[in-house]
């Protein structure tokens, strides 16, 4: 392949990445701009910029919506791969994106205002790409685009000594894993001499007769070991109640769903590489290894998460534990994501669990954001006492989340469980039953801690002094966003199951 | 297709939307913005009763859950594979599939989850209960409630949506998120305007159901996928008339797949209902609510458990009702029928009293539904509307008393027929419809449940039979105790309290004079059932020659018939 050659293929992929490349040239004017920005500008710059930013998003989702993937062969081989999945993800995040700059659209100190949200639409941008990459290296650059502004926009968010040991911590442990990953990456390159995620498919294929080398296994192992990090994995989990609670409210929103989206893009492209049953040695299959692993990560994961959240008093801490909890659900549809019976596969409602879970997850803390001031934020669950008395509307709100959150009906967080419920009992293997029945005991306990929010919004008569700042206009919007999607997703769901559905067929 | 039916349901979800943003300052707009959505209701629910009633019984289908007025619209289509076996298999044997690889060649086949409402004559006597009860509430929480009015009464209406739309479900997940909404507003009624232990009374009441009715889900997710991969013809594996249909003849799960399904039902319901060692929660949550929650919940709530049982397990799984359900239930329906009376006997607190005999006279509901006869099923659907009734006017008065002198302690109250006589006689004669003295209502229920299960298993109707002495005499102490003998009233009390007013009346009224109905000239109620609890007897009338230990085959002599005769 010679220079001229290259610079066109590399043109012709930029075709397939336009709304990548609107968000990449915004990102760019913010930060251009962002020297400019003093702390003594007025306040509209800020809403000029976060205005920027969702321009940006919406032209984005324009592109989005009107280029809908063309089919690819089966075999593709190029850098990116467009497929069916790629493209709900990026629809996924241009709207979480949406949701999570009308969340923060006050909440950058003024100077810091272009920087943030130039991170913000790059992190956005990275995991557009993780989604769309076919390549070894092209991932972990995407992941590394999602991680490193993710550093910037925490450090801005709140320089406060608990909001730099946060950073600190989070920083660490991300480099740790991504290191992990390239771990376990560079064993597949060496496995299969090529870093194109088909061609090692192919070459994985190709060995199919014989056991595969053992090392395929510690390869994967690796990268889902580095790749539980970012979803909050149990064991890997430990980070996230303490990077919540020292952050801001909205960089917590953010690591909410934001590594949760990259972390299971890479795990279901991960997935769908494998050879199902191909043999390690005689008696055990690659499908059987990584099953026991993540069946057993699920388990763990939902169960801790769980059950540590009951004693939490921090809001953010506790919702830190049950994004802990909902990464295990996400992982029971990863665990039967090789059955595609019945009436749901572990894909389908891996995928739909993952929508439902950003718009309850995202509006949950947009109300948080509201409610905070700059300097006061919403800390402990005893400063939502009353809440429903003192603002109905965004007790409501709130309410409505956390209920969907549960998992109960009128909320599309009903659907979200019920699907994977039917994907795991669907598998139809002892193992994916039980997982069903032990999903189900701890939806239970999670229903306890949310009650307890709840019950402080609404049975506790108000404190003395309320925490509780006149809410914050566009952060309010943001939460309604996700309670019309919440009950819209509970009444018609059909039209996100029929996409998700056209990824797994 | 009846475009009733949605409406009874959105009606009062649209009046507590309405009356959510009436601001709380008004208490007044809230109330009768609630009234009138509620007298709506129920004349909705009137109406729909009247054409269920005059409509000729089989709805075109013929399996034993037959709705004869419905409505049917897709909520989900989901495409079914039948690759899930494959897949398991393919893990252990096969190398070459990949997962992205289309495997198979099976064409897949579309399964439809549905908006399935309908109404049968079982579904009919709850809707009007439900509407009829709720009326009643709107007009007893008047002057009770004083905080966050606005609030309170949209949690209501919320409420009565989620039961109305739970007694129209015929498709098995509506049903269940129906079961499962009930649980927010009733959180909130007891939880804000309940006693003073409200707070833990709310928090047990919501944990502790939830956790019964998440592994009722799961039954219910392998019920339908049990019965849609037996079945490649079966288009709605959620629907129960069609599932019914399928599942209680021939084409019957495997027994042991039954039984499990059978117990992961039940865990829901049996809390609901509740049946004797799940019933902890019940006195404190009963207790604790306002005067509106507890008839509710009494009232309407306790019998989505007891329908629960009557619409999935017992013609879904006849197997399991037949040789898991019967010895289980109906002993655990002893226990508490006896049990239940026991704790009435010992209780103060008026209302705890009336909480316990609930425990006791669901017990009666469950042991006449598993005697699995014509007879001992219609008692019990009976016995639904007659607890309905009886209990939630007894909460009502009770409720009306403490409004009054704010305590409910017998030891602190008597001769209470001297200051309030009108409330005493009313009071009176709920407590005799509660006993079951003849030409009352719930003597026609307890006798034909009684009946029932004496055809079948005359033992557990012998033990069960104490609990109607029982009852006599807890209700007729606590009579005697309160509203007889010297008066006694809290000394913190002012001079005279007022008798009854019309408002209370009119809420207490409707109620005392159906139950004199029921009781006198039971015709028209058991008619209107009839249909479709013999659908379902049916089921086991046939299988009672399969099973050897069954005292089914004799023959069943319709006692309903003779009381019809009267």
């Known amino acids: 392949m010679d220079e001229s050659q290259a610079v066109r293929s590399i043109v012709d992929s930029l075709r397939y990445v336009h709304p990548e490349v609107v968000l990449l040239l915004t990102a760019c004017l913010q930060l251009l701009a962002a020297p400019f920005v003093g702390p003594r500008s007025g306040g509209s710059v800020r809403s000029l910029v976060a205005g920027l930013s969702v321009a940006a998003l919406a032209t984005a989702a324009w592109l989005w919506l009107n280029n809908s993937p063309p089919p690819l062969p089966g075999d593709w081989q190029g850098p990116f791969r467009l497929d069916e999945l790629a493209w709900f993800i990026r629809g996924l995040t241009l709207a979480s994106g949406i949701v999570l700059v009308l969340a923060s659209w006050n909440q950058f100190a003024v100077d810091d205002t272009g920087e943030c949200h130039a991170c913000l639409l790059l992190i956005l941008t990275g995991i557009n790409l993780t989604a769309a990459a076919n390549d070894l290296v092209g991932l972990f650059l995407a992941l590394e685009l999602v991680s490193i502004p993710t550093y910037v926009l925490l450090y801005c968010l709140r320089r406060t000594a608990a909001g730099q040991e946060a950073v600190l911590k989070y920083f660490l442990l991300s480099i740790f894993s991504s290191a992990v990953v390239l771990y376990g990456f560079s064993f597949l390159y060496g496995l299969a001499g090529t870093t194109n995620l088909e061609a090692i498919r192919a070459a994985l294929l190709r060995s199919g007769d014989g056991p595969l080398p053992l090392i395929v296994a510690a390869a994967l192992l690796a990268v889902v070991a580095g790749t539980s990090f970012r979803v909050t994995a149990v064991p890997f989990h430990f980070y996230a109640p303490d990077v919540f609670q020292g952050t801001h409210a909205a960089g917590a929103a953010l690591l909410s769903i934001v590594p949760k989206l990259a972390g299971f893009v890479v795990l279901l492209r991960l997935v769908a590489v494998l050879p199902a049953g191909a043999g390690l040695t005689p008696g055990i299959t690659l499908t059987e290894v990584l099953g026991l692993v993540l069946w057993w990560l699920a388990v763990i994961t939902m169960t801790v998460g769980n059950v540590l959240a009951l004693w939490q008093s921090n809001v953010r801490r506790l919702l830190a534990y049950s994004t802990v909890a909902h990464a295990g659900y996400l992982l029971v549809g990863l665990t039967v994501a090789q059955s595609h019976g019945g009436l749901a596969g572990g894909v389908e409602a891996l995928l739909f669990y993952l929508v439902v879970y950003g718009f309850m997850t995202l509006g949950a803390f947009a109300v948080l954001i509201a409610l905070g001031s700059a300097k006061r934020q919403i800390e402990a669950i005893d400063d939502l006492a009353g809440l429903a008395r003192r603002n109905p509307g965004a007790a409501l709100l709130l309410g409505l989340f956390l209920f969907s959150l549960t998992g109960l009906p009128p909320t599309a967080g009903f659907f979200g469980k019920f699907n994977l419920l039917v994907a795991a009992w669907s598998a139809g293997t002892p193992a994916s039953q039980s997982l069903a029945v032990i999903m189900a005991v701890n939806a239970a306990i999670g229903a306890a801690y949310y009650l307890r929010i709840i019950a402080a919004m609404y049975l506790r008569p108000e404190p003395e002094s309320p925490r509780i700042a006149k809410p914050e206009l566009p952060a309010l919007m943001g939460s309604l966003i996700c309670a019309a999607a919440t009950i819209a997703l509970f009444v018609y769901p059909q039209w996100l199951w029929e996409l998700v559905s056209r990824i797994s067929a | ?566």
């Not at chain 2, 707009?29 to 009763?49: E, H, M, N």
């Not at chain 2, 579309?110 to 004559?121: I, K, N, Q, S």
């Not at chain 2, 013609?315 to 399991?320: Q, S």
């Open chain 2, 1 to 566: 297709m009846s475009m009733l039916l949605p409406l009874l349901i959105l009606l009062p979800l649209a009046t507590a939307l309405v009356v959510m943003l009436v601001p709380s300052a008004s208490g007044r707009a809230a109330r009768q913005i609630s009234l009138w959505g509620t007298l709506a209701t129920l004349l909705l629910a009137l109406i729909l009763a009247g054409q269920v009633v005059s409509s000729p019984g089989t709805g075109g289908s013929s399996g034993p859950v037959r709705p004869r007025i419905e409505f049917r619209g897709t909520w989900i289509t989901f495409s079914w594979s039948d690759r899930g076996g494959e897949a398991a298999g393919r893990e252990v044997g096969a190398s070459e599939v990949g997962a992205r690889e289309p495997a198979g060649s099976m064409p897949d086949r579309e399964v439809r989850l549905e908006y399935y409402l309908g109404m049968d004559g079982i579904s009919m006597l709850l809707v009007v209960l439900t509407a009829l009860l709720t009326l009643s509430c709107v007009l007893v929480s008047w002057e009770s409630i004083r905080e966050q009015t606005s609030a309170f009464y949209a949690c209501l209406l919320f409420l009565e949506t989620g039961l109305l739309g739970a007694f129209c479900a015929f498709d098995v997940l509506l049903f269940y998120v129906f079961f499962e909404v009930t649980l927010i507003p009733l959180f909130f009624l007891i939880g804000i305007w309940g006693g003073p232990q409200r707070h833990f009374a709310a928090y047990k009441f919501f944990l502790y159901t939830l956790t019964g009715s998440l592994l009722t889900l799961v039954g219910l997710i392998a019920l339908v996928l049990s019965a849609a991969g037996s079945d490649a013809s079966l288009e709605t594996p959620f629907s129960i008339p069609d599932l019914a249909l399928r599942l209680s003849g021939e084409g019957a799960l495997p027994p042991h797949v039954q039984l499990w399904i059978f117990l992961a039902l039940s865990a829901g319901f049996v809390i609901k209902v509740p049946l004797f060692p799940f019933h902890t929660w019940l006195p404190l949550a009963h207790t604790e609510a306002p005067t509106a929650g507890s008839v509710i919940l009494a009232g309407v709530l306790l019998k989505l458990g007891t329908y629960g049982f009557l619409r999935l397990c017992l013609p879904l799984l006849p197997d399991a009702t037949w040789q898991l359900g019967v010895p289980l239930v109906a002993t655990l329906s002893v226990i508490g029928i006896v049990y239940g009376a026991l704790c009435s006997l010992a209780q103060q607190d008026i209302k705890k009293l009336v909480a316990y005999s609930s425990v006791s006279h669901l017990g009666f509901c469950m042991l006449g539904m598993f005697a699995l006869n014509a007879e001992g099923i219609s008692g019990s659907v009976l016995q639904m509307v007659n607890h309905g009734l009886s209990t939630g006017a007894l909460f009502l008065l009770v409720g009306m008393v403490y409004d009054r002198y704010h305590t409910r302690m017998m030891n602190e109250l008597g001769g209470l027929a001297t200051q309030l006589p009108r409330l005493a006689a009313l009071m009176v004669f709920m407590c005799l419809s509660s006993i079951g003295l003849p030409g009352l209502n719930g003597f026609v229920g307890e006798l034909l449940s009684l009946i029932g299960m004496f055809k079948s298993q005359p033992l557990f109707a012998v033990v069960g039979a104490t609990g109607i002495i029982l009852g006599a005499w807890y209700l007729l102490t606590m009579l005697q105790r309160s509203f007889f003998g010297p008066l006694k009233i809290p000394q913190s009390h002012g001079p005279a309290a007022a008798d009854i007013n019309a408002r209370e009346l009119a809420s207490v009224l409707p109620i005392a004079l159906l139950c004199l109905w029921i009781g006198v000239y039971p015709k028209p109620v058991l008619d209107a059932i009839r249909p479709d609890v013999q659908a379902i007897a049916r089921i086991y009338q046939d299988a009672g020659s399969a099973a050897p230990q069954t005292l089914m085959t004799q023959a069943q002599q319709p006692v309903v018939s003779h009381l019809e005769a009267e």
